[in-house]
């Protein structure tokens, strides 16, 4: 398995978690009030939806969002170093596999770095609004 397939094995497999977590919580739900018939033989109308995302902004939103990417992103760096330190440990001196070695240290420390300034700037973009909105 190359170091590009096993990364893209693992980017597919955080993509596909991420997207079938949320499943269970879509469906909407009543409220729970009075099921009885009132006079006229017909239940109340007395149904509401429930907000799955516990967001109740869009700020919020974007904001579960992405500590949800940077968790999942967090894991995959932190399983990336111990494959590249296994890279290193099984080169055992053979100048190709020392370089792609190197080279998949570089890109996940990369990926790490594009982590940190993805969170940077989501903070900074957030309290700039909210000192704007003040």
């Known amino acids: 398995m190359t170091m590009r397939t096993a ?4 980017i597919f497999a955080a993509i596909v978690l991420f997207l079938a ?10 409220s729970g009030g009075n099921a009885t018939p009132s006079s006229g033989g017909n239940p109340p ?8 995302l516990k967001a109740n902004s869009f700020n919020d939103l974007l904001s579960g969002i992405e500590d949800v990417i940077i968790n999942v992103g967090t894991v995959v760096v932190v399983l990336m170093v111990i ?5 290193f440990v099984t080169a055992r001196g053979e100048p190709a596999k020392i370089s792609a070695a190197k080279q998949a240290l570089l ?18 973009i957030t309290k700039t609004v909210e000192a704007l909105s003040a």
């Open 45 to 52: 109308l007395d149904a509401r939806l429930i907000n799955p």
């Open 7 to 10: 990364f893209a094995f693992i």
């Open 107 to 124: 890109w996940t420390l990369i990926g790490a770095l594009i982590l940190l300034g993805a969170k940077a700037i989501q903070l900074g």
């Open 83 to 87: 494959y590249v330190g296994f890279m």
């Open 21 to 30: 977590a949320p499943a269970a919580g879509v469906f909407a739900q009543s």
